[in-house]
């Protein structure tokens, strides 16, 4: 938008004297000029200036008022009805003839000002806009002594509007003066009622405060809000005409005041003097601060000063010889006003509330388009809004079964159900974190409680211990035949296999029993190759009996630790009979599995060793075995012999029926036979004892190797998935001790927290004792090693 000055056109008061020797005015070339005479009192020879030319956009000399509305007020009313913001202002001494050209005398109508003037138009403009509705506002503020007045508020009903008057920063409103009332103005009527409310208020402030009208500014502001009737009605147009009647300019001197009017004048040249500088600042490119705010009336006119807004200047001259400063005065601010310069723009704001209809409005018919376009498409019912809750439970159900079963599908409709599915998503997910969260916190403190509880209980577990290991070491002590001592602690106990059970046997058969031990030994061999089987080990199944049955009162605690895959079992019943939503617990890696990957990866050399002793020890017990046989043999050999012998000497006393020996040849050489075998027996014997010596130190390598091969394996695994077989474990212990007494494996009674802890306690320190015991069953008594070849001693 172009910008364009102020405009400035003076007016003249008629007058009977009007100083026309001084003071001579061309209406056609819009300028003025005065001449003073130098004072020859003074002197000839002084620097007093003798000329005064102006020019300005127009002189208007002796005009009425319709002229002045015409001139002044009917182009800045059209641009007001077309959105541009308005001021007209009333400039010049008092007496001048401001009031009287922006309000004029109420007595006679012809006579009348501007301001009604520009109403009455105003009102006709409007009634022929009749494509456009046009809200009228009117608000009447005075500025006496840098105190703002509202020459409207006895108007006002609503009491919010009573707070001070104030000058807002931010121009919110239409207004710059907080608190200000607008008087909606309907008519024209109205509106000139406004008008006379505000000035009969004036003349109340007047008395009130020992003043008159001259000392103080009038702003009468019209504002109006126009919207299209044809076009959207979220676009309005504010704007707004500020018609302003100043205080006098004169100068202090000329109006000799005292006290109170001393102190007005003040005030009243003060704002006078700031609007000046603003004028010269604005008139001024260089400048980037304009001083508005040092005077109210500069700060509620300052968009009407260097803004958007058609400014009009309508200096008041007294063109009387006495009142020449006061013109001259009146004439050179009006030559700087013109150098300000406006840019006036339309101003357009958008309603939100109409916006927002707006939007509504084109809402609904795009989903009624919608609606049409999936009736096209053959899609039925399809959701748009956002789902209430019955529907977000009916889709959390399809959820559920989409988690619960790997091939059903959520078939996707819109983006709204997308949106939905993720929200339900994020809601589980959530809700999972919270419950997991809560379960680790109560394993951890059932944890801590069973720590104490088993530390309590580790004083009589060590007693019995003990008592298990001596009885283990008793029995060991007394097997002659059973070469291989116990089976592989964590198996099941062969059938028929105790110390007890093999030393009574042993007692009964005595020596003669060599043979059937090294049997029996490679019956147990195979018996424990079996259990060294990582399936057997960990993989028994508890449904089956068969073992444990049988081992139910000597290898109680070892079976019990056989069931550990029943923990996987129980927690994978328990995930799958759980609730959607509920916890996930955590299903170790099978033992078995686990246990071949490590015996080939960490546990690779440990294997070996216990592979190669195995090997020794299978050579060391055919040894043995060939070693046994020969005894047996040579042992035959010499009951035939000497049955033959005695069969010799028999018959020899029969024939001679002497009593004296005498050895015939046979018998010698017979008596000489018997004497090499008895030697050879006695040889191969000790050979024999000698070889189960080593046999039996093998056995307890091959033990200890594979125990310490589990060892590792234990550590291995709890290093790997310790943490989770923690949490699992409450469980697991349950089911664990549930076997060693029956009536106790009730799997109802998992959710009780007081049996949780009760149960896991006692299998903490049964699994200890268990441990110690094969432990102590393994290593202690360990023999000095015979005159052993080359078996392994890596343990
Ligand atoms: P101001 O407001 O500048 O102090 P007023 O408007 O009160 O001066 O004018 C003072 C007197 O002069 C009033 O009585 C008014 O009627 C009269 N007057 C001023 N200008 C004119 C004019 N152009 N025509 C007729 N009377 C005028
Ligand atoms: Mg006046």
Not at 231 to 240: A, G, L, N, Q, R
Request: hydrophobic letters at 30%; one cysteine or more.
């Amino acid at each position: 938008m172009k910008s364009k000055h102020v405009k400035v056109v003076v007016r003249t008061r008629p007058t009977s004297d009007f100083a026309n020797d001084i003071l001579q005015i061309s209406p056609e070339t819009n300028s003025i000029h005065i001449h003073i005479p130098k004072n020859s009192e003074s002197g000839f020879i002084n620097n007093q200036q003798e000329d005064w030319d102006f020019k300005f956009d127009q002189i208007l000399h002796n005009a009425s008022q319709e002229c002045i509305f015409d001139e002044c007020g009917s182009p800045i009313l059209k641009s007001l009805i077309d959105g541009y913001n308005g001021t007209i202002l009333a400039y010049g001494q008092t007496g001048a003839g401001k009031t009287y050209t922006m309000t004029g005398t109420t007595e006679n109508y012809v006579h009348r000002g501007l301001i009604p003037r520009i109403i009455s138009q105003l009102y006709k403009e409007i009634s022929n806009k009749t494509q456009m509705a046009i809200t009228v506002r009117i608000s009447y503020l005075e500025i006496y002594n840098e105190q703002m007045v509202d020459l409207l508020a006895s108007l006002n009903d609503d009491e919010t509007c009573t707070g001070a008057l104030k000058i807002v920063d931010e121009n919110i409103g239409p207004s710059l003066v907080k608190n200000l009332s607008l008087q909606i103005a309907n008519t024209e009527e109205e509106a000139l009622n406004l008008l006379f409310e505000g000035e009969t208020n004036k003349s109340i402030s007047e008395h009130q405060l020992n003043k008159n009208s001259s000392r103080s500014h009038c702003i009468f502001t019209i504002y109006l809000e126009s919207r299209s009737r044809v076009e959207s009605s979220e676009k309005v147009i504010y704007s707004k005409l500020n018609l302003v009647d100043l205080a006098g300019s004169e100068r202090l001197s000329k109006t000799q005041t005292s006290g109170v009017s001393l102190q007005e004048a003040k005030y009243i040249n003060k704002s006078l003097t700031f609007l000046e500088q603003v004028i010269i600042a604005l008139s001024d490119k260089k400048r980037d601060h304009i001083p508005y705010r040092q005077s109210k009336l500069t700060n509620v006119l300052r968009d009407a000063l260097g803004g958007n807004c058609n400014t009009l200047m309508i200096a008041n001259i007294w063109g009387v010889k006495e009142h020449i400063e006061e013109t001259i005065s009146t004439l050179r601010f009006g030559t700087r006003m013109m150098c300000v310069a406006n840019t006036p723009v339309v101003n357009v704001q958008y309603d939100p509330m109409a916006l927002i209809k707006k939007y509504e409005r084109e809402i609904k018919e795009l989903k009624h388009e919608l609606s049409m376009h999936d009736i096209l498409n053959s899609k039925m019912n399809i959701q748009y809004e956002p789902y209430n809750d019955n529907q977000k439970y009916e889709l959390r159900k399809q959820i559920k079964s989409y988690i619960e079963n790997e091939n059903e599908e959520i078939p996707i409709i819109n983006v709204r159900q997308i949106k939905e599915i993720f929200n339900q998503f994020r809601k589980l997910y959530i809700n999972l974190e919270t419950e997991n969260e809560e379960n680790s916190k109560l394993l951890k403190h059932n944890a801590n409680l069973n720590n104490q509880q088993a530390n309590g209980n580790n004083d009589n577990s060590k007693q019995e211990h003990e008592n298990n290991s001596n009885k283990s070491n008793s029995d060991k002590d007394d097997g002659v035949g059973d070469i291989e001592g116990g089976g592989f602690g964590i198996g099941v106990a062969p059938n028929g296999k105790t110390g007890k059970n093999t030393k009574e046997k042993s007692k009964k058969k005595g020596q003669s029993k060599v043979s059937s031990a090294t049997n029996n030994a490679s019956e147990k061999e195979k018996q424990e190759e079996n259990l060294e089987s990582s399936s057997q080990i960990f993989n028994s199944d508890p449904n089956n009996n068969n073992n444990t049955n049988n081992t139910n009162n000597t290898n109680d605690q070892e079976s019990k630790l056989q069931e550990l895959p029943l923990i996987q079992k129980v927690l994978n019943k328990e995930n799958a009979s759980s609730n959607f939503g509920s916890r996930v617990s955590f299903s170790p890696p099978n033992r078995s599995e686990e246990f071949e990957i490590f015996k080939r990866g960490n546990g690779a050399e440990m294997n070996k060793i216990l592979t190669e002793n195995k090997v020794i020890l299978k050579e060391k017990k055919k040894i043995a075995k060939g070693y046994a046989e020969c005894v047996n043999k040579i042992k035959a050999q010499i009951d035939d012999l000497r049955d033959i012998i005695n069969k010799k000497k028999n018959d020899r006393n029969f024939d001679t029926n002497n009593t004296r020996e005498v050895l015939d040849e046979d018998e010698f050489h017979l008596m000489q036979q018997m004497q090499i075998l008895k030697q050879h027996y006695r040889s191969k014997y000790d050979s024999l004892k000698n070889c189960r010596v080593e046999v039996e130190y093998c056995l307890r390598l091959v033990d200890q190797c594979r125990q310490k091969l589990m060892q590792e394996f234990e550590a291995w695994y709890d290093s790997l998935y310790g943490s989770h077989i923690a949490e699992s474990e409450g469980v697991a212990t349950k089911i664990n001790n549930s076997i060693g007494d029956q009536s106790k494996f009730k799997l109802d009674k998992i959710n009780n927290q007081d049996s949780y802890t009760y149960y896991r306690a006692k299998k903490n320190v049964d699994k200890k004792n268990i441990r110690q015991t094969i432990l102590k069953g393994r290593h202690s008594k360990i023999p000095p090693i015979p005159s052993s070849k080359t078996i392994s001693t890596l343990i």
